[in-house]
């Protein structure tokens, strides 16, 4: 079974430019997350969706950030414009949805420059 | 604040020894642990978790062990291989209507030494 797709896996752009990252959850995951990951740091939530709903985006920077998930399984978070401070990896991971707590699993990442 | 951490950054073994990583953790509300590895450009990985009700789970070469009374986590993992190179990070989450939402711990860097 094919895990969590992300791409592209890296990107280097300058500052002021727009960006965007793709993700393809894992078949079947109805809930999906972005979370972003500083350099020697763990991954923090940006936002997550149950199926094409953002349930949870009080962790997203609204004034440039924004993610959609049109028809609930792929989705994309773009950033614009993106500055210095944007530079990170961000990770995709989908789970099952339900009550109880259930195993997120994680994408490789985009590695985003900022220069 | 409440936040989740380690005590250390570091960590270097001989191949063969056993392992033991660290996590503190500050917020006692927190009822849900789990360890992830993660191996350089991937994602984290799903190793073990334990719920607040018990104080020990031992999964394949891994265990883990909760302290709820000083509010400490640790991962021990038997018999360490070079395969096990990786950071690994804790996290928590709690229950309730937030309990897919988890805090992450900055991380321990494992090295392992053939």
């Known amino acids: 079974e094919a895990g969590v797709v992300q791409s592209p896996r890296y990107k280097i752009i300058e500052k002021k430019q727009p960006v965007a990252f793709w993700c393809n959850p894992i078949?079947?995951?109805?809930?999906l997350y972005w979370y972003r990951q500083n350099l020697g740091q763990g991954p923090e939530l940006l936002i997550r969706?149950?199926?094409?709903?953002?349930?949870?985006d009080s962790q997203l920077p609204k004034d440039r950030f924004s993610a959609e998930r049109l028809k609930g399984v792929d989705s994309t978070l773009k950033i614009q414009p993106a500055e210095l401070g944007d530079s990170a990896v961000y990770l995709c991971?989908?789970?099952?949805?339900?009550?109880?707590?259930?195993?997120?699993?994680f994408g490789p990442g985009t590695r985003l420059t900022v220069l | 604040g409440e936040s989740v951490g380690l005590h250390l950054p570091t960590l270097s073994v001989q191949e063969g020894d056993n392992s033991i990583i660290n996590c503190a953790y500050s917020?006692?509300?927190?009822?849900?642990f789990i360890w992830y590895k993660q191996e350089s450009g991937k994602g984290p990985q799903f190793i073990i978790d334990?719920?607040?009700?018990?104080d020990k789970r031992q999964g394949q070469r891994v265990t883990v062990l909760l302290n709820k009374t000083v509010k400490h986590l640790s991962l021990q993992i038997a018999a360490t291989q070079p395969g096990d190179s990786a950071v690994y990070f804790c996290?928590?989450?709690?229950?309730?209507?937030?309990?897919?939402?988890?805090?992450f711990g900055k991380g321990t860097l494992l090295t392992v030494n053939p």
């Open positions: 969706y149950e199926n094409e709903e953002a349930v949870d």
């Open positions: 996290a928590e989450s709690r229950s309730g209507g937030s309990n897919y939402k988890l805090t």
């Open positions: 078949s079947g995951h109805n809930t």
């Open positions: 917020n006692s509300a927190s009822d849900y």
């Open positions: 334990i719920r607040s009700n018990m």
């Open positions: 991971a989908s789970s099952l949805p339900g009550q109880r707590y259930n195993e997120q699993f």
